[in-house]
């Protein structure tokens, strides 16, 4: 996409809707005249997107800027060969960086306390023009907390991460300074292919591809498994546990390392290769995204950044899964906003992928996160009080935007794990969230129901979402 497709879609992206009336409003009430009764909450809803939206064009230049905040945040070199560091810690009294690159002083690259808790720090270029920061080498924020105590975190906007090679017995990942030297850098040789008309999806984990009893590499799934899924008649490939995560054994659902794609299959240049050639056959790639947790690691995870409980989540009760063990975002804070949709656009712009399929949509949509509620399909469940209006509306912006950047290439794919008649209730409505309410994502062209058993309103749902123009497809 050019600079001047960004320019026009941001017109899109960042249109002023003065009225708070959902698009499109009256087709989704013809179509379904059972939700007339919650017409005025239906409304609120798109009001409390359209404000956020609203703010985001006011105070952050518009979605096109907002979501390349990895531009700024996190560490970056600049023109000039000069290393430029930002870092969101409200709770933080101190932030320095350390590692390889100095020595591990850990007190001697102070970071700049700048408003509303965010720190920067310039490290300028060495005397020969050189970046001051080897590629491949590791770094860490050294903080100091309000107890006084100084804690080592990695940076959340990490691009790389790895367990140590010569200590067997530390599971604990250090964060990777990535900036490989243009000749090493991988270099796309494929556009993204169209949006398929009609889907057909291959879900895969690269770690779990090979026959062999070993952890596959992404040189293995581009040789091996991606000619395979071209023979078979795929058109798009979905792949699991891509974004770094500490704990193997959670499949990729316990993220750690947003930005940073999984060390343990390869590194970013491969990951950027098996990409590239899935397109050279035509093949979309898709993602699987946790934006619903995330790990409760502290020292290579996102957790307690700043050294409060509260920076990136709720307090208390209301910021853990108590069934996943892990931690749930404040999807009201505007710097969560920031990070979470910058984490969407990262994977577009720099690995080129052309979708997402978003994991654990119950748990957002609702307060409960669906643990031990008995949903009965009546759609008061899913308009009451029970709802989360911060994370959908979260949802909503991350939608918008990414169909409104991408209108060609882009596919979302919620999914959704209720019970019966949830599958119409709950999944479908979140549907109309996205078709309705956004006329730029009326371009959706895949959604995900997953009802655990047959019901009698399963037929009415799968009719529906198929006149819509959806494709579907359904678990049993």
């Given at each position: ?43 609120r ?5 359209n ?27 600049a ?5 430029v ?6 709770g ?95 270099i ?6 169209k ?23 992404y ?18 490939v ?27 299959y ?5 990951f ?25 690691n ?6 307690e ?13 209301k ?25 969407l ?76 008649c ?8 979140f ?33 529906m ?12």
């Amino acid at each position: 996409m050019t600079e001047n497709d960004h320019n026009n879609n941001e017109m899109e992206a960042g249109g002023d809707n003065s009225s708070d009336v959902p698009p499109d409003l009256d087709k989704l009430l013809e179509m379904d005249g059972y939700l007339r009764l919650h017409e005025k909450e239906i409304s609120r809803r798109y009001g409390c997107f359209n404000a956020v939206l609203k703010d985001i064009n006011t105070y952050e230049g518009g979605m096109e800027q907002f979501s390349r905040s990895y531009e700024q945040y996190g560490i970056n070199v600049a023109a000039d060969g000069s290393v430029v560091c930002r870092e969101w810690a409200p709770g933080a009294v101190e932030v320095y960086l350390t590692g390889d690159f100095n020595g591990w002083n850990k007190t001697q690259h102070a970071f700049k306390q700048g408003s509303f808790g965010k720190w920067d720090l310039i490290i300028p270029p060495n005397g020969d023009g050189n970046i001051p920061i080897a590629h491949g080498s590791i770094v860490k924020l050294n903080i100091k907390t309000k107890s006084g105590q100084f804690v080592e975190r990695i940076s959340p906007w990490i691009r790389y991460a790895i367990r140590p090679k010569n200590d067997p017995k530390n599971f604990t990942y250090d964060g990777i300074f990535w900036h490989p030297p243009p000749k090493e850098q991988y270099i796309f040789k494929h556009a993204r292919p169209k949006r398929p008309e009609g889907l057909r999806i291959y879900e895969a984990h690269v770690g779990i591809s090979s026959h062999e009893g070993k952890i596959a590499s992404y040189n293995h799934f581009t040789d091996n498994v991606l000619p395979r899924i071209k023979r078979q008649g795929y058109n798009a490939v979905q792949l699991m546990a891509i974004m770094e995560h500490v704990y193997y054994a959670s499949f990729g659902y316990q993220v750690t390392n947003f930005f940073a794609v999984s060390s343990r299959y390869g590194t970013p240049e491969e990951f950027k290769r098996l990409v590239d050639t899935a397109h050279g056959m035509g093949i979309s790639v898709l993602l699987d995204v946790v934006h619903s947790h995330a790990s409760k690691n502290v020292l290579d995870g996102i957790n307690e950044f700043d050294g409060t409980n509260t920076c990136f989540f709720h307090d208390a009760g209301k910021g853990v899964h108590s069934l996943w063990d892990s931690r749930l975002f404040d999807y009201s804070k505007w710097e969560v906003l920031r990070f979470l949709l910058s984490d969407l656009r990262w994977f577009i712009e720099e690995y080129k992928v052309d979708g997402y399929r978003f994991d654990g949509v119950t748990s957002m949509l609702y307060h409960s996160h669906g643990i031990g509620h008995g949903f009965s399909g009546d759609y008061n469940e899913y308009f009451g009080l029970n709802t989360d209006t911060d994370s959908l509306v979260y949802m909503m912006l991350a939608n918008h935007m990414l169909h409104s950047l991408y209108p060609d290439v882009m596919i979302t794919i919620a999914e959704v794990r209720t019970r019966c008649c949830l599958s119409r209730f709950d999944t479908f409505v979140f549907t109309f969230c996205k078709v309705f309410f956004h006329q730029s994502c009326m371009s959706v062209s895949c959604f995900l129901v997953v009802p655990f058993s047959f019901c009698a309103c399963l037929p009415v749902c799968l009719s529906m979402c198929m006149s819509a123009g959806f494709q579907v497809r359904v678990y049993l």
